[in-house]
């Protein structure tokens, strides 16, 4: 009787046994799914190691062959102003240039019959309009500057009297720059009051470079007086034939300049240049830009000229 008592006290610690691991593993599945679907994501990195990163593709390959990834580099298209200078004789030559595409800026001589009326035909076309500011000359009077010239022995009060009525005759004006004036454009006190005549009138002015001893860029600076001297005239007027030499030399040379400021004048010969070279010129990359725009984008410190361009030339 006794040996029976003990198989059935080892029975039921055997049966106990089992229900304690049968409770265990269920209060384990229990705990697993009560903790959130976050915290069951990949251990923390250890201290000092940044997380993983996203590679882009391009960074991923350069990874795994060694190689640096591609650099994309920003190319700067050239850019080139042209101002074509004496409209106000020839109203057939300026209808040319106005069928060209392309925005050209005009600069009309005072006082001729076809001054206002060029003016007025150029603004008509969405052009830049620019009074075409006659200056004594060296060589005078041999070599003559035209109606509504400045002289160099001007009182201040007869240049703003004789500026004021040259721009009366050509409305529209946005800018300014000298016809011929090789003598006065080096006289510091007279072109002064020029300046402060075009900065009340909130113009800007282009030296046409016809002396190299000019004046103007340091008088601009201290007039604040936005400005740009320009870099090449394209044509000749004993030699029409340069246009086309120029435009297309410039365009063989345009990994040599960023930005140029060319002047022209309306002969056949150089209308025709235009017209054949614009469009070429677009083709290859080089910007036709407003002429108000690049002289904006040359103002501020060391801004006030060319890019270096050692490619001028001169004229009286």
Not at 137 to 142: A, K, N, S, T
Not at 219 to 226: D, Q, V
Not at 263 to 268: N, S, V
Request: proline fraction near 9%; hydrophobic fraction near 35%.
């Amino acid at each position: 009787m006794k040996r029976r008592k003990k198989r059935r006290s080892s029975g039921r610690r055997g049966t106990r046994t089992a229900l304690a691991l049968l409770i265990a593993c269920i209060a384990g599945i229990v705990a697993v799914w009560l903790i959130p679907g976050g915290d069951r994501g990949s251990a923390p990195a250890p201290p000092g190691v940044p997380p993983a990163v996203e590679k882009t593709p391009d960074a991923a390959e350069s990874e795994r062959t060694g190689t640096p990834p591609a650099v994309v580099r920003k190319v700067e298209r050239k850019k080139i102003a042209i101002l074509i200078d004496d409209i106000g004789y020839d109203p057939g030559a300026l209808r040319r240039l106005l069928a060209i595409d392309a925005p050209l800026a005009f600069s009309v001589l005072p006082r001729l019959p076809h001054s206002r009326s060029s003016a007025e035909a150029i603004h008509r076309a969405g052009k830049e309009v620019l009074l075409h500011l006659p200056m004594e000359p060296h060589g005078y009077p041999d070599r003559d500057p035209g109606r509504g010239a400045l002289f160099a022995s001007m009182t201040a009060r007869e240049i703003r009297k004789t500026v004021e009525e040259d721009m009366k005759s050509v409305p529209h004006a946005e800018g300014v720059n000298n016809h011929m004036g090789s003598k006065f454009m080096e006289e510091r006190e007279p072109l002064r009051v020029v300046f402060d005549v075009l900065s009340g009138q909130g113009l800007y002015f282009v030296d046409s470079v016809t002396t190299e001893a000019s004046a103007a860029r340091e008088l601009a600076r201290e007039e604040a007086l936005p400005f740009t001297p320009r870099d090449l005239f394209i044509d000749d007027a004993e030699d029409r034939g340069w246009a086309r030499v120029h435009l297309e030399k410039l365009l063989e040379t345009r990994n040599d300049w960023h930005e140029l400021l060319l002047i022209g004048h309306p002969y056949p010969e150089t209308v025709a240049a235009l017209e054949e070279m614009i469009p070429r010129f677009k083709s290859g990359g080089i910007e036709l830009v407003p002429l108000s725009a690049l002289v904006e984008s040359r103002q501020g410190p060391g801004k006030s000229g060319p890019d270096g361009n050692q490619n001028r030339n001169r004229t009286p």
